[in-house]
């Protein structure tokens, strides 16, 4: 289903920093008031994926896998959206945002 993202700017965003060389290149940076993170997507078999979240000095805050019911392919462009924390991720690829979840 595609639905149409109405993208505003936060006030007082962090902007990325530079990626770290300890990060893995396909780190995503989520912007947020006055902080952010690192976020990785790696698939796994079975349509899971395990997502990292980082802190912007590359210090690990969380981890576990997830799954969708949406497509979501990680080599295809997309981008970290809210809400996004440890326990439910967002991301937004070709207009379409998807739902990541903790396996149960």
Known sequence: MKRIIWKS??????????LLSLLPSHAKWLAGEGAGS????????NAQF????????GIEECSGVFETVDKFDPTQDYELSYPSHCAKITVIQQDNVIKFNPKK
């Open 9 to 18: 700017v936060l006030p007082k965003t962090l902007p990325a920093p530079a």
């Open 38 to 45: 690192w976020f990785v997507i790696d698939a796994l078999p």
């Open 50 to 57: 395990e997502i990292t979240r980082y802190s912007p000095n």
